[in-house]
């Protein structure tokens, strides 16, 4: 059985960043957001679903899952949103879970969820969880440069995720992101070191 950390932030808080920081170490990355993406791309597993329950105008011209319109329709219908993630969640999990049973050459893995406090259900299957902490001014600026929002477009996005207070109380361990990859290639370093510890004891544990 894997040594599994899972990794959580904010939108805009370096999560992508900080896991890339740990694959160049050598951990197994598992990104939840990918698996989303495969499942409701052309074919994907969630398609038909999808197609089902929403309607082909869900639908790219391609088949894939039209996101800006799903989004849209997400944010002003709570039960379309908990229709979505009746579809989506099991199968994300599912695909997860299968991922991190195959990386068990790698030394641990990393399983990134962004909603990982929010949805409650992946903290049982982690042995830690590592949140990605930034100033909220900063995942602000961050977002509003990557995606074009509007200063009210990303405020909302963030008002429907865990507050950072809650974020940090659910977290074993904490990377903080204020200011760029001199500062996070240390934190990282060292918590990899941990994790490598942490990883070996599990595995002489489960023998």
């Known amino acids: 059985m894997s040594f599994v950390v899972g990794l959580t932030g904010g939108i805009g808080s370096g999560k992508s960043t900080v896991a890339d920081l740990f694959a160049l170490r050598g951990a197994a990355v598992v990104d939840t957001d990918t698996i989303a993406h495969e499942l409701t791309g052309p074919q994907g597993a969630a398609i038909g679903a999808i197609s089902a329950a929403f309607g082909e105008a869900m639908l790219r011209a391609d088949g894939g899952l039209d996101r800006p319109a799903m989004r849209r329709l997400v944010f002003s219908d709570p039960l379309a949103k908990t229709r979505l993630e009746a579809i989506l969640h099991p199968l994300i999990r599912q695909r997860s ?103 070996g004891g599990k595995l002489h544990a489960g023998h």
């Not at 962004?114 to 049982?124: F, K, N, T």
């Not at 507050?163 to 361990?173: E, H, I, L």
């Open 97 to 199: 879970d299968a991922c991190c049973a195959a990386a068990a050459t790698a030394p641990y893995v990393l399983l990134v969820v962004p909603l990982l406090v929010e949805s409650g259900s992946y903290r049982g299957c982690v042995d830690r969880v590592l949140v990605v902490d930034c100033d909220e001014a900063v995942q602000l600026a961050r977002v509003m440069a990557r995606n074009g929002l509007s200063v009210s477009a990303v405020k909302s996005i963030m008002a429907t995720q865990a507050s950072r207070v809650g974020r940090r109380a659910a977290a074993d361990d904490l990377v903080i992101n204020d200011d760029g990859l001199e500062t996070l290639v240390p934190q990282v370093e060292g918590l990899h070191q941990r994790y490598l510890e942490m990883a």
